[in-house]
């Protein structure tokens, strides 16, 4: 089996199991790339490999998280550990420092100056409704200017010329505290964004936590993550990206950029956001370009799904020690699956309770039983027809506070928290057993 390192030998892994597309008819960036992307996920095939892309010397691969089955892939574990895994990961006991190297695949090649043009990058148009060609799957990276700790993050990027983007940050995120605790918070701040990674640092730069996500993607792989300074910015780069773009933002010098797609499954209206002026362009020999098909489901899944499980499972667990829990993507990280064995009567509308309070964003709860797949949704979907009296089995809690982007919310996130209790009332009424037919493998049977 392969070991994960960086983004070619994560797609190997994927691959080895059955996990990947390759797509060699030649696709355009506008659209259709996103569009096969998004069927891919839609189908479950697996993550997308784009051969051919058209004005593109470099192949683009989306896709490498954006199901269960390929989240655990990522993270090295089985389909029903990845909460252990990311429990254990947060921890910050267990996080393992970056390593620094002299140098770097990315070294390679390298434009500058007035060598300089964006367009270099095959960047998707990826939504109909989107305001232009996004930068969605680059990670962020970018260094405390007072303690000097780095920090990952995923921030939206629309090419606005040869050597400008404009850049989405929200109001509480890291990188813009960083440049506003300096002396003059509107001087240029030095970023630079890796393209094409291993999944740990895809799946550490979702989380939102005050120390180096990096410390997390190290405990993933269980060794420091190798890291080299930038070729124009004092910023430790994953040496191991296959591409790197160097550059400074300036604060206060705002452009328009947006609409683009977002987790919700809506478009994000369009901000008056700095700008990011590139300092160099860099990558490895024969790189591979990497995208986040926005508002799907890897957007999901890194956002809202693997960084979330862990607080909303200990939540529950607190009431019940051997309670599960699942973040479906297609609830857009608004919706939670708790799984238990059930004793009392009044045992889920507990639990629905206690998760309503572990995440904002959390707003509906379905609670099922041991004999209910939590990760298949036609499953959850057969414990809400058959198990649940609508009259009797829903709580909802008005005025509560959620997400302020949740499109049932209105503008400073106050919605109606609901709470399902989809387990089976055999004090109501008795039906036996579910019916079952264990599965089998097909493959011997389809020879
Ligand atoms: C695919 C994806 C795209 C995102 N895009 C943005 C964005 O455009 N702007 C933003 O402020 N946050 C965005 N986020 C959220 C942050 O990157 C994320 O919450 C990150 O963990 C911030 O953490 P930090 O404040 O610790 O750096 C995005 C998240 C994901 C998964």
Request: aromatic share 8%; charged share 25%.
């Given at each position: 089996m392969t070991t994960i390192v960086d983004l070619p030998s994560f797609i190997d892994t994927l691959d080895e199991a059955g996990q990947l597309a390759r797509i060699n008819r030649t696709v355009?960036?506008?659209?259709?790339?996103?569009?096969?992307?998004?069927?891919?996920?839609?189908?479950?095939?697996?993550?997308?490999?784009f051969n051919r892309v058209e004005g593109s010397p470099w192949p683009v691969f989306c896709g490498g998280v954006a199901s269960h089955?390929?989240?655990?892939?990522?993270?090295?574990?089985?389909?029903?550990?990845?909460?252990?895994?990311?429990e254990r990961v947060l921890d910050p006991a267990n996080g393992i420092p970056p390593v620094s190297v002299a140098s770097a695949g990315w070294e390679a090649n390298t434009v500058r100056g007035d060598d300089l043009d964006t367009a270099l990058l095959p960047i998707p148009?990826?939504?109909?409704?989107?305001?232009g060609a996004f930068i969605t799957g680059a990670v962020t990276v970018a260094r405390d200017p007072i303690s000097g700790r780095g920090n990952l993050s995923y921030n939206r990027m629309l090419r606005l010329d040869e050597h400008t983007f404009g850049f989405n940050v929200n109001e509480w995120r890291d990188v813009g505290t960083f440049w506003k605790s300096r002396d003059d918070p509107d001087a240029p701040f030095p970023i630079a964004l890796a393209i094409g990674l291993d999944p740990a640092i895809m799946i550490a730069a979702g989380v939102k936590t005050?120390?180096?996500e990096l410390f997390i993607a190290g405990a993933i792989r269980g060794r420091g993550i190798e890291v080299r300074q930038g070729l124009t910015i004092d910023v430790d780069i994953p040496a191991a990206a296959e591409i790197v773009v160097e550059g400074l933002l300036h604060p206060?010098?705002?452009?328009?950029?947006?609409?683009?797609?977002?987790?919700?499954?809506?478009?994000?209206?369009?901000?008056?956001s700095p700008t990011l002026e590139v300092t160099a362009i860099s990558w490895r020999d024969n790189p591979i370009y990497q995208t986040i098909i926005p508002g799907w489901y890897e957007h999901v899944y890194l956002g809202n799904v693997l960084p979330r499980e862990p607080l909303l499972r200990?939540?529950?667990?607190?009431?019940?020690?051997?309670?599960?829990v699942?973040?479906?993507?297609?609830?857009?990280?608004?919706?939670?699956?708790?799984?238990?064995?059930?004793?009392?009567?009044?045992?889920?509308?507990?639990l629905a309770m206690a998760a309503m309070a572990a995440h904002i964003n959390i707003l509906h709860l379905i609670v099922v039983d041991r004999d209910v797949d939590i990760h298949q949704p036609t499953e959850v979907q057969w414990a809400l027809t058959n198990r649940v009296h609508w009259s009797e089995d829903v709580f909802t809690v008005p005025g509560a506070q959620g997400h302020?982007?949740?499109?049932?919310?209105?503008?400073?996130?106050?919605?109606?928290?609901?709470?399902?209790?989809?387990?089976?009332?055999?004090?109501?009424?008795?039906?036996?057993?579910?019916?079952?037919?264990?599965?089998?493998d097909l493959a011997d049977y389809l020879r």
């Amino acid at each position: 089996m392969t070991t994960i390192v960086d983004l070619p030998s994560f797609i190997d892994t994927l691959d080895e199991a059955g996990q990947l597309a390759r797509i060699n008819r030649t696709v355009s960036l506008e659209y259709e790339l996103a569009d096969v992307a998004a069927s891919l996920a839609r189908t479950g095939t697996g993550a997308g490999l784009f051969n051919r892309v058209e004005g593109s010397p470099w192949p683009v691969f989306c896709g490498g998280v954006a199901s269960h089955r390929r989240a655990a892939i990522a993270l090295g574990c089985d389909e029903g550990e990845t909460v252990d895994v990311m429990e254990r990961v947060l921890d910050p006991a267990n996080g393992i420092p970056p390593v620094s190297v002299a140098s770097a695949g990315w070294e390679a090649n390298t434009v500058r100056g007035d060598d300089l043009d964006t367009a270099l990058l095959p960047i998707p148009t990826h939504s109909r409704g989107d305001g232009g060609a996004f930068i969605t799957g680059a990670v962020t990276v970018a260094r405390d200017p007072i303690s000097g700790r780095g920090n990952l993050s995923y921030n939206r990027m629309l090419r606005l010329d040869e050597h400008t983007f404009g850049f989405n940050v929200n109001e509480w995120r890291d990188v813009g505290t960083f440049w506003k605790s300096r002396d003059d918070p509107d001087a240029p701040f030095p970023i630079a964004l890796a393209i094409g990674l291993d999944p740990a640092i895809m799946i550490a730069a979702g989380v939102k936590t005050p120390v180096d996500e990096l410390f997390i993607a190290g405990a993933i792989r269980g060794r420091g993550i190798e890291v080299r300074q930038g070729l124009t910015i004092d910023v430790d780069i994953p040496a191991a990206a296959e591409i790197v773009v160097e550059g400074l933002l300036h604060p206060a010098e705002r452009r328009s950029e947006g609409p683009l797609a977002e987790f919700h499954g809506y478009h994000g209206e369009a901000w008056n956001s700095p700008t990011l002026e590139v300092t160099a362009i860099s990558w490895r020999d024969n790189p591979i370009y990497q995208t986040i098909i926005p508002g799907w489901y890897e957007h999901v899944y890194l956002g809202n799904v693997l960084p979330r499980e862990p607080l909303l499972r200990r939540f529950v667990r607190h009431l019940d020690p051997t309670a599960d829990v699942y973040i479906p993507p297609y609830g857009n990280g608004f919706l939670a699956v708790v799984q238990i064995e059930r004793d009392n009567p009044g045992t889920p509308k507990n639990l629905a309770m206690a998760a309503m309070a572990a995440h904002i964003n959390i707003l509906h709860l379905i609670v099922v039983d041991r004999d209910v797949d939590i990760h298949q949704p036609t499953e959850v979907q057969w414990a809400l027809t058959n198990r649940v009296h609508w009259s009797e089995d829903v709580f909802t809690v008005p005025g509560a506070q959620g997400h302020e982007m949740d499109p049932t919310a209105d503008q400073r996130g106050i919605s109606t928290k609901v709470g399902i209790d989809a387990t089976y009332k055999r004090e109501r009424r008795e039906y036996g057993e579910r019916v079952a037919y264990p599965a089998v493998d097909l493959a011997d049977y389809l020879r």
